[in-house]
């Protein structure tokens, strides 16, 4: 199968058309006007200041007139691709007639919580509207809270959960970002490629698990209201854990008493083949959270939690300025029809073994690449100074992104690994187009390090 709609036709031939070295004359203007104010740049914009001007598709376009070959879709976000005409329209239609009307109902809201509940997994039939992943996250721990009676999460290393205070003190912090809010912790993921104990997998028999278990133990005072988790990690380097490790987590959780809460504001919308992540192990959170493919652009997040907790959350305050507003309840509408029916769950699976087969046969060529892996369009690489060690290798990540960057692709780097997240509507042709950029960049940044 594969997306054939007239909006989003690409002729292999003509991308990435880079008609200037980028970042351009214009890209570097803008970079100097907007950065003379604008602070704060994540290392995806630092390292490669380009600016852009429009999208469509899966064909992004500088303000040098350079397109580029999506291979992020924003970060993690334009599943559906660049301007889709049908979430497109349906946002103008309710720019036009309502924007905001704090949280009391419309029309658009009722359909779209009719529509949201009928693809989550379970009994996860209660919805609350948000516009930021962060916030979502934080309305996840609250609800927890709030059922429970209890104050503690855990989470996981290297997991993202987002910037505001109790969603970054279950994510990796910096010493900038000062202590963790009392009662978070942390243990290691189930990332068999760097195993915090050493072992292997599946000798190990998940060790991992067993710390948790102990972790909760030692660590807590027995107030653990939730486990929060990435069912794939994003932002820690598109790290897959075993088929076992959730679960498993859903198995500790059960027997302790623990809610678990499954972020998938990265994962959600068909990202990793399934509707939602956690289908691949049918794993059934309590509480789970949607953002980034949910509006396809447009800020719209949600949590949706357990029918168990039906009468459990009276006076739970659940409205913000903007959460549930007409146009992002018309964003998210549109965005749940369009993945039911365009069919394209079954087409990101396929074009994610595709690229993972080519990332492969790389890992093969390329000694700089310790490891790739990819579940539907959430894919990545590792770089590694020696594939023994596994030392990580920061620098020839930047350096391999941005020769990629240069030559057509837009994509994302984290530390010492290499993330993609094509539109889920990329057609085959195109996306080994962008991963033979990858490797030619690849081979320069090893010429030029000396390896081989
Ligand atoms: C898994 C996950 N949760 C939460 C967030 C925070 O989302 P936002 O940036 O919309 O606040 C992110 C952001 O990347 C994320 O990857």
């Given amino acids: 199968m594969s997306y054939d709609k007239d909006w989003a036709r690409v002729d292999v031939d003509t991308v990435p058309n880079i008609k200037v070295k980028p970042p351009g004359p214009q890209s570097l203007a803008l970079a100097k006007r907007a950065g003379k104010y604008m602070a704060g740049y994540s290392s995806q914009a630092q390292l490669f200041p380009v600016a852009f001007e429009s999208g469509n598709g899966v064909i992004l376009r500088d303000v040098d007139g350079n397109e580029y070959i999506d291979f992020s879709s924003g970060i993690y976000i334009t599943n559906w691709g660049h301007c889709h005409p049908k979430i497109t329209e349906s946002v103008v239609e309710y720019t036009r007639k309502l924007q905001n009307c704090h949280d009391f109902n419309t029309e658009i809201k009722a359909r779209l919580a009719e529509a949201l509940v009928q693809i989550t997994p379970g009994d996860l039939n209660n919805v609350q509207l948000w516009c930021e992943g962060s916030k979502c996250v934080e309305a996840a721990l609250n609800v927890a809270r709030m059922v429970t009676g209890k104050h503690e999460f855990i989470s996981f290393y290297n997991d993202m959960h987002g910037k505001t205070l109790g969603a970054q003190s279950l994510t990796a912090m910096t010493k900038a970002s000062g202590p963790r809010a009392a009662g978070s912790f942390r243990v290691p993921f189930g990332n068999c490629y760097r195993c915090s104990f050493k072992l292997k997998y599946p000798e190990c028999g998940l060790h991992c698990v067993d ?30 854990p075993p088929d ?29 083949g399934k509707m939602f992540c956690v289908e691949h192990w049918n794993v059934v959170p309590d509480i789970m959270t949607l953002g980034k493919g ?59 073994n595709f690229i993972l087969k080519k990332l492969e046969a790389i890992k093969v060529r390329h000694p700089l690449v310790g490891d790739v892996r990819g579940k539907g369009c959430l894919l990545g690489m590792e770089l590694v100074k020696d594939r023994d060690t596994r030392e990580p290798f920061e620098q020839a990540a ?21 993330r993609m997240s094509p539109p889920l509507i990329m057609t085959k042709d195109v996306a080994g187009k962008a991963v033979d950029l990858i490797e030619e960049a690849i081979a320069e940044t090893e010429q030029e390090l000396g390896i081989q």
């Fill in 294 to 352: 949910f509006g396809n652009g447009f800020p719209v997040t949600a949590v949706v939690y357990s029918d168990k907790f039906n009468g459990m959350l009276d006076g739970i305050k659940a409205s913000s300025s903007y959460g549930g507003n007409p146009m992002a309840c018309a964003a998210a509408l549109a965005c749940v029809e369009v993945a039911q029916e365009e069919g394209m769950l079954e087409h990101a699976m396929e074009l994610g």
């Fill in 398 to 418: 930047n350096m391999v992104y941005q020769k990629a960057f240069e030559r057509g692709v837009s994509w994302i780097p984290a530390k010492q690994n290499l």
């Fill in 244 to 272: 076992e490790w959730l679960p498993k987590i859903r198995e500790l959780c059960d027997e302790l008493g623990i809610l678990l809460i499954v972020d998938e504001v990265l994962t959600c919308m068909g990202r990793t």
């Fill in 211 to 240: 710390f948790l278990r102990e972790a909760i133990t030692e660590l807590t005072t027995n107030d653990v209201a939730a486990i929060v988790v990435e069912p794939i990690q994003g932002w820690g380097g598109s790290v897959i």
